[in-house]
């Protein structure tokens, strides 16, 4: 019987026969080394009164401990102190070749666990906390939301011919995308699919553009259909039922086009802030896409159940919409602890939480923050997150108007932070396969915690000059020559070039690159000149 740790006077009660004592010495003798059971007894109650330390490890047979414990062969038990039902399961080998290791004592301060590299115990593992994003299941889900709609196909005479029968269809395929869109631009809908934000933004545009096709087929074969002129597209009647309802289908098709324009045509020459008002005109126009196709009614109302799938995915969308808007008033709350610049550009923010409520991102992962539950939130690549206090470090370079009210807020203003959102940086956790690490500028900081626990990764900063290397001390004594800066004090500058940068690597690396799309752009092209895989490049862009 194994003492807990905090009880005393086990080994003063009674005690079992000398014969019954020599057998479970013999037994014990056979699996592991001799010992004195009588010391050992000892040991265990002197250290149950002392109320800590590791008392001496009692063998077990290996089938026996493995069967009472339900553990396989070969893993070790944990008992830690305090608790009733203590038993933990520790992944590795036994010291004595033969039984599992039952030990009885406190839990080390520190020990790392093999399912992460650099993972303390107690912080969640990297499989558990992080999914990836499977594109053939989203696109499943995509191809099974628009069977339904391909029905009426099979019944053109619905609509009084092919051609109506073919605009009908487009118009609710075209609306069916634009639904999509809105659940995909939803950070928490995103989460069904995966943790992967660009492929899902991938996956919005292609969605994007497919719609706006099926978006502009529609009224041109309607008019077609009609034998209608252009007036047909724009003119707007509210005079009676039916033209109302047609009204609001151009009124969609115009926010469809503004929408459109400022996507394609002009996102380079819009500045950003026009570009994301522009696309808050996705919710009435989805909106008016409802309403226009279940008034009309050419399918939805000589098909019950169509129109009973219509009205589920209008519900649907209402509830992203709810959510997005109530999503500000859920997130956890953090204050500012401290703001430290640390160059001429950049600010270094730590957050503590507010409350139960933490957010604990892994390396690469990022955060939405926003000043104000009415503010825009802005997504910040977390530094690094304390896995005790649940503290949050944010570097940030100045850059827009966010990061000017930023440097305004005062120690213990409130910063809501939502997340952890991405995973550039899984690959990288997961420790299988080496990495090269490449950041332009601020475009380090999803890095930094990354190389602090995986001290074997190699690291290239391309920076302005040698104060714009933010973290370089603790990068250059977790890494030491690993960690290989542009722009050093008193060395030449150097070129990352696509040589460089393969320089040592194996043909199985993959490369993490950081920074503007203009960096991340160059890299690409210097890799892929040396030959290195697509897939085996992963990129994430900063961009305001």
Do not use: K, N
Request: proline fraction near 8%; glycine fraction near 12%; aromatic fraction near 8%.
């Amino acid at each position: 019987m194994l003492a807990r740790p905090g009880r005393a006077g086990l080994a003063d009660r009674g005690r079992a026969p000398a014969h019954r004592r020599a057998r479970r010495g013999d037994r014990a003798s056979r699996v592991g080394p001799a010992r004195g059971r009588r010391d050992q007894q000892r040991r265990t109650a002197e250290l149950g009164r002392r109320g800590g330390g590791a008392a001496a490890p009692h063998h077990r047979p290996a089938h026996r401990a493995a069967r009472r414990l339900r553990l396989r062969p070969g893993h070790g038990v944990l008992l830690r102190p305090g608790r009733r039902r203590g038993l933990r399961q520790v992944p590795g080998r036994p010291r004595h070749g033969g039984g599992a290791r039952v030990a009885v004592g406190a839990r080390p301060r520190r020990r790392l666990d093999r399912r992460g590299p650099g993972r303390r115990r107690g912080e969640p593992p990297v499989r558990g906390r992080v999914r990836p994003l499977r594109p053939g299941r989203l696109w499943a889900a995509v191809a099974v939301s628009a069977l339904p709609f391909c029905y009426p196909l099979a019944r053109a005479d619905l609509a009084g011919g092919p051609v109506p029968a073919v605009a009908g269809v487009c118009g609710l395929l075209g609306g069916l995308a634009l639904w999509w869109q809105v659940a995909l631009g939803a950070r928490q809908a995103a989460r069904l699919f995966g943790a992967d934000r660009g492929r899902i933004l991938t996956a919005h545009a292609w969605l994007g553009s497919g719609g706006a096709f099926l978006v502009l087929l529609h009224p041109l074969l309607e008019a077609t259909a009609e034998l209608r002129g252009p007036d047909y597209l724009v003119a707007v009647d509210f005079t009676w039922v039916e033209s109302t309802y047609t009204s609001l289908g151009r009124l969609a098709l115009l926010m469809f086009l503004a929408l459109w324009l400022t996507s394609t045509l002009l996102r380079a020459a819009a500045r950003h802030r026009v570009w994301r008002y522009a696309h808050y005109l996705s919710y009435p126009l989805v909106a008016l896409v409802f309403l226009h196709a279940d008034g009309i009614g050419t399918f939805l109302g000589a098909v019950p159940w169509l129109r009973a799938y219509w009205l589920a995915l209008a519900a649907a969308f209402g509830a992203v919409t709810l959510w997005r808007l109530l999503a500000p008033l859920l997130v956890p709350r953090y204050r500012l602890a401290a703001a430290e610049r640390v160059s001429g550009a950049v600010t270094v923010y730590r957050l503590a939480p507010r409350g139960r409520r933490r957010v604990r991102p892994l390396p690469g992962q990022f955060c939405h923050l926003r000043t104000s539950v009415l503010s825009r939130s802005h997504p910040l690549s977390a530094v690094r997150s304390d896995p005790e206090t649940a503290e949050l470090v944010f570097a940030v370079r100045d850059a827009g108007s966010f990061t000017v009210r930023l440097r305004r807020l005062r120690p213990g203003a409130t910063v809501l932070v939502d997340g952890p959102h991405g995973a550039f940086t899984r690959e990288a956790q997961l420790g299988g396969e080496p990495a090269v690490l490449i950041a332009g500028g601020i475009g380090v900081t999803p890095f930094v915690d990354l190389a602090l626990r995986r001290p074997d990764v190699t690291l290239f900063h391309a920076v302005a000059s040698p104060a714009d290397a933010v973290f370089a001390p603790e990068l250059r004594r977790a890494l030491g020559e690993r960690y290989v800066p542009s722009r050093r004090d008193g060395v030449p500058p150097e070129r990352f070039t696509g040589a460089r940068l393969t320089r040592g690597a194996p043909a199985r690396a993959r490369y993490f690159v950081c920074g503007s799309p203009r960096f991340v752009a160059g890299i690409i092209r210097e890799l892929r000149s040396r030959g290195v895989p697509r897939d085996r490049v992963l990129t994430e862009r900063f961009e305001w």
